[in-house]
């Protein structure tokens, strides 16, 4: 064997006990621990590993119990051996899912097992903190919203209209009478800070409005329930069902990822734990609904009095942040470290792999 072979296999070794040796599960990491109510998948994935995005390496989903992938509070999940390797997994179901307590070579389903809903498994991230983005915000393109029907006037000629009113618009929205649709008003342009490119245009949701009747294109409905007055030229979406952050895990992305904080969507320009940020990559770059990424804090400008001239010092890592959705050029993601202080231009890139 040649020593350039021999070099190249010592090398993929190395990588792969590198590799491995980055799984390994904290020194303190519990032997047992019970799910409780309000917990997510990030932090019991800490408790573990400290590491979020390396959940899908050391979870088992062992397919002797009802969906292995979700986690319910009351369950009990512990450590197991896997082909020599440490791994976690479900090792009693708590009420929430209605399975008896499994034990190593005997697990069985208990005959009363039930389907449970998503809703009641642990999200991958705090619900709290994007239920409502998820409710009142989406993206949209320049040609989307310039299609979409368009508010043209308020019963009896009003210009701002509320919950319980008749409006006007035009449009086609097919011939369902009785269905709801969104209404929504034009918010803030997405633009890419590096290319200029408009990545997206936000629709900010205002209410919600049932079809009366659809006249040849104009269209009378009533307004269901608004958070503010709606106003001539607000559009009319169809609603859409918003992603369920049970329905993911935090993972890295399978290659490197990297872009820039574009926006917060509290309107201003420092970012702190927990908030909804706007990304400047989306689906086309590789993105996905569950995807970690690490934050990103360019150094400092300082001034080399020896040299006699300006130097950037090195970037350093200031956070972390889930991808909870995802469009086509673009995303959003909450934040979920912060140990510096954020806003928005800093970078962020993948963990590696």
């Known amino acids: 064997m040649s020593k350039t072979i021999k070099r190249l296999l010592v090398t993929g070794l190395m990588c792969l006990s590198a590799s491995v040796s980055a799984l390994e599960l904290k020194a303190d990491a519990p032997d047992r621990y019970t799910v409780k109510k309000g917990d997510t998948l990030w932090h019991i994935a800490e408790r573990f590993t400290g590491n979020a995005w390396e959940w899908p390496e050391i979870w088992y989903q062992n397919d002797q119990i009802s969906n292995p992938h979700l986690i319910y509070p009351g369950d009990m999940i512990g450590l197991i051996e896997v082909d020599g390797q440490q791994r976690l997994t479900v090792m009693e179901r708590g009420q929430a899912s209605r399975t008896v307590k499994l034990r190593p070579g005997d697990v069985k389903l208990s005959p009363t097992a039930r389907v449970e809903p998503i809703e009641a498994a642990i999200a991958a991230i705090p619900m709290d903190a994007v239920q409502g983005f998820l409710r009142d915000h989406r993206v949209v393109t320049a040609e989307e919203l310039a299609a979409a029907p368009h508010i043209i006037s308020g019963y009896e000629g009003r210009i701002l209209m509320g919950s319980g009113t008749k409006v006007y618009a035009r449009g086609n929205v097919g011939e369902n009478i009785d269905a709801s649709y969104g209404v929504y008003r034009k918010g803030e342009v997405y633009k890419d800070p590096e290319t200029n490119e408009v990545l997206g245009l936000e629709a900010t949701d205002i209410g919600v409005a049932n079809v009366l009747s659809n006249d040849d294109g104009t269209l009378t409905l009533m307004l269901k329930n608004t958070n503010q007055q709606v106003a001539i030229g607000d559009r009319l979406f169809e609603l859409e069902e918003s992603p369920l952050a049970a329905s993911f895990v935090p993972k890295a992305p399978g290659q490197l ?56 010092l090195p970037t350093e890592e200031a956070g972390s942040m889930l991808v909870f959705r995802v469009f086509d050029k673009m995303s959003y993601a909450l934040i979920m470290k912060a140990s510096r202080p954020l806003k928005v231009g800093d970078y962020f890139e993948s963990p590696e792999i």
């Open 257 to 312: 990822i990297a872009g820039q904080i574009i926006a917060v969507t509290n309107g201003v320009n420092n970012v702190g734990q927990f908030d909804v940020v706007a990304l400047n990559r989306g689906i086309r770059d590789g993105l996905e609904a569950g995807h970690v990424m690490l934050i990103k804090k360019a150094g400092a400008v300082i001034y080399d009095r020896v040299a006699k001239e300006k130097v950037r």
